[in-house]
C-alpha cells in the first residue's frame, strides 16, 4: 500500500455550501515585527493578547481572523524555497476602494509588492510578511462580471493589473 496517497471521498462527497476559512494562525519568528506588519501596516486589529508569544488580530471585532504566535518559532526562520508550506494567506477586501487603500497603505510604509494581478474574477496584489509568509490583498468582481466559457465554467485568467488606476480607486 502506498502511505503517500490519500483516499479520495468519491465525487458525492462536498464539504456543506457557505463554509468559509475562518482564520488562519501564521507561526512568525518575532512577535512585535509581526505586528509592526499585520497591525500597524495591513491594519488588523489586536483582539487579544497571550503574553509575548501570541497575539489574534481582526478586521471587525471578530475574535480573530489572523492569530500570530511564537509557540514553536520564536527566532525562526522562513523556510527555504523548494520546502512545502503556505503558499500564501488570502486577504479579501469587501470592493475596489478598500483594496486600492489596503495597497497605499502598504506602499506609504515602503514594503515591497511581489505582483498584482487581474483574474478576471477579482484583482491581487502580492506581498510577503516579515516571516517570509505569502499575502494576497484582493478583492472580487461581481460574480454577474466573471469570465465564463460557452458553457458557463469560469474563464478565470491572469493579466497583469493596472496598479495606477486600482490606487486612483481609494476612497
Known amino acids: 500500500m502506498d502511505t503517500h496517497s490519500t483516499p479520495h471521498p468519491g465525487p458525492g462527497a462536498a464539504i456543506a455550501p457557505g463554509t468559509r476559512i475562518g482564520h488562519v494562525h501564521l507561526k512568525v519568528a518575532d512577535l512585535d515585527r509581526a505586528l509592526a506588519f499585520w497591525r500597524d501596516i495591513i491594519g488588523f486589529r489586536e483582539t487579544q493578547r497571550y503574553g509575548n508569544e501570541a497575539v489574534f488580530l481582526s478586521a471587525d471585532g471578530y475574535h480573530h481572523h489572523i492569530a500570530l504566535n511564537t509557540w514553536e518559532s520564536r527566532g525562526g526562520r522562513p523556510p527555504a524555497p523548494g520546502t512545502t508550506g503556505l503558499y500564501h494567506v488570502a486577504i479579501l477586501l469587501p470592493d475596489r476602494a478598500a483594496l486600492a487603500a489596503a495597497v497605499k497603505r502598504v506602499l506609504a510604509a515602503g514594503w ?10 477579482s484583482e491581487a496584489v502580492y506581498l510577503r510578511d516579515p516571516d517570509g509568509n505569502g499575502v494576497e490583498l484582493y478583492r472580487d468582481r461581481d460574480p454577474a462580471e466573471w469570465p465564463r466559457h460557452p458553457d458557463g465554467s469560469l474563464a478565470m485568467y491572469t493579466r497583469r493589473l493596472d496598479l495606477p488606476a486600482l490606487l486612483r480607486a481609494a476612497a
Open 112 to 121: 515591497p509588492l511581489e505582483g498584482a494581478s487581474d483574474h478576471g474574477v
